[in-house]
């Protein structure tokens, strides 16, 4: 049954909204569909669902349409991109940068040390506050909603992403990032692409394949200008959005994708804040750092599994805590403050330690328990309430980890590499792993550090570390979250449907209904 059919097959808005929601009307907060303000339940995009963008095809859905729409949808979400990394700059600012003795932000602490851990303190507790706060009153159930969300919209809502839930990520992944939770901008940085395009599809009324496709060509064009990765942006819709290759899809998203790089460009300074393009390489590969990179593509992969299964267990763990919702960033504050004090390395995106990973300009005795406080610091970011994406501290602990197996194999004498390739390589493998995406992964790495000599490098460790996480955990993190909420919303339909004196039990009851919602069916792609 497909997904439309599905739908139509529960019956009116408020059966499809008790299945997702356990149960939960429309009228009371925090339920989903979010309704702006005026909007009432019958103008729901839940009600568009089932009764839009399945019409015939008009100029905007054909491909000389999207690719005309593609453009300026490039221009305005790069531009959105731009001001949510300035928004992330204001509140770093106002954090930290504004004080003296913290110049350049969050690379200072790491460099020089915390100094006066008060300013942590208060930075992260009022960020916290705010973050709690804006978590509330803009998340569709008042709760936080990462990139798996974006992913539901294409295979459940038909690519419908309400603008202000795109508008309330940026802002809450701004305060976030800003203060120093450790979480990254990736993942926010796709969501408003997303709601853009998807906003753009909707207010057209485009069939479901345009909206999907606008919805992809927003998200690429947000990865080209926040992260001068085109070629990746337009891998990545491909690869975890769309799932497949066309060139009805292809043409839009790469447009997007270019006019978005144009925008990066022009208003940054045209390069990555990860460009290293100091690597060398003398003569011919060596047989030994293949087997480095083996090494670090096997170990990527036994990090990453740690942390795909921590995560779900940590949210759960915080979830329970006899605490409103709205204060728990509050408590992460205090939480993230004595991490922050010992090891200042782990706070925000961490691109000073990135760097200094590169450049070999790290201790073992020092990176080595930086990667297990980073995940620690992560966890507890993600589960307290704080909002942002997980690409940054993969890239962190890919990098440190690369490095710390080049300076292990320098010690006896077996590298032959410089350290920045291996820190490539940890890069890529750790990223492969989580957004089981092995080719945007090796295209994003290289992209990012112009460091196209670690090619090789990289492809070895990725292909070892995205094999191992496949066949031990899932296809991805987002794959596996994506299943287990539909493992949730099967068993509130369940529940519903057996409660014979429940509206939605006796209606499905009446229908001979199974209640039962599909699985996702794998599509072609190696990775959603």
């Known amino acids: 049954m497909d997904e439309e059919a599905m739908f139509a097959s529960l019956g009116d808005d408020d059966d499809v909204e008790e299945a997702l929601t356990g149960g939960t009307p429309s009228s009371r907060r925090g339920s989903v569909p979010i309704l702006e303000a005026g909007e009432t339940h019958q103008q729901s995009p839940w009600r568009e669902v089932t009764t839009k963008r399945v019409g015939g095809q008009s100029f905007g859905d054909s491909i000389v349409g999207l690719l005309v729409l593609a453009l300026p949808l490039g221009l305005v979400v790069g531009y959105a991109s731009i001001m949510f990394l300035l928004l992330i700059d204001g509140v770093m600012w106002l954090g930290y940068t504004h004080h003296s003795q913290y110049p350049n932000g969050h690379d200072s602490l790491a460099e020089n040390g915390v100094g006066d851990v008060s300013k942590v303190l208060i930075a992260l507790a009022c960020g916290g506050a705010v973050v709690g706060m804006l978590t509330y009153h803009l998340m569709p159930t008042g709760t936080n909603v990462g990139f798996v969300g974006v992913l539901e919209s294409v295979r459940l809502r038909n690519g419908i992403i309400s603008f202000r839930e795109g508008l309330g990520v940026a802002l809450i992944s701004a305060v976030s990032i800003g203060v120093g939770a450790s979480v990254g901008r990736y993942g926010p940085a796709v969501h408003i692409g997303a709601a853009i395009g998807s906003l753009l599809g909707e207010k057209l009324n485009l069939n479901r394949e345009s909206v999907v496709t606008l919805l992809a060509a927003g998200s690429s064009a947000a990865i080209a ?24 899809a292809f043409a839009p998203v790469t447009a997007a994708a270019v006019v ?20 060398q390489l003398n003569g011919k590969i ?9 090494a670090v593509g096997m170990l990527a992969s036994v990090l990453s599994l740690l942390f795909m299964k921590l995560l779900p267990i940590v949210t759960a763990m915080m979830g329970k805590l006899p605490l409103d919702t709205r204060l728990k960033p509050v408590l992460g504050a205090f939480v993230l403050t004595p991490i922050i004090w010992w090891n200042p390395q782990v706070m925000g995106l961490g691109v000073w330690s990135i760097k200094a990973a590169f450049d070999g300009g790290l201790a073992l005795k020092v990176m080595v328990p930086l990667l297990f406080i980073k995940i620690f610091a992560t966890l507890a970011s993600l589960g307290l309430g704080f909002n942002g994406g997980v690409f940054a501290p993969m890239v962190f602990i890919g990098a440190i980890l690369g490095s710390i197996c080049a300076k292990s194999a320098d010690t006896i004498g077996f590298a032959c590499a410089p350290d920045a390739l291996f820190a490539f390589s940890g890069m890529g493998a750790m990223v492969a792993s989580i957004f089981g995406a092995p080719v945007f992964a090796v295209i994003i790495v290289l992209e990012m550090t112009a460091s196209f000599p670690a090619t090789t490098y990289v492809l070895t460790s ?11 955990f899932a296809t991805s993190l987002f794959q596996f979250q994506l299943e287990q909420k539909q493992q949730h919303i099967n068993e509130n339909w369940q529940d519903q449907a057996g409660a014979g004196g429940s509206e939605m ?12 919602i599909t699985p996702v069916q794998e599509q ?4 959603l």
């Open 225 to 248: 200008a926040s992260f001068h990765a085109p070629f990746a942006g337009v891998i990545f819709a491909h690869e975890v959005i769309l799932r497949h290759y066309s060139i009805a």
């Open 260 to 279: 978005g790089m144009l925008v990066g460009e022009h208003h940054n300074n045209g390069r990555s804040v990860f460009w290293y393009d100091a690597v």
């Open 286 to 294: 060596h047989q030994a750092d293949f087997v480095i990179a083996i």
């Open 462 to 472: 990725v292909t070892i570390a995205y094999l191992m996480s496949h066949e031990l």
């Open 505 to 516: 039990g006796q209606t499905m009851q009446a229908r001979g209904a199974s209640a039962k």
């Open 524 to 527: 072609a792609g190696p990775g």
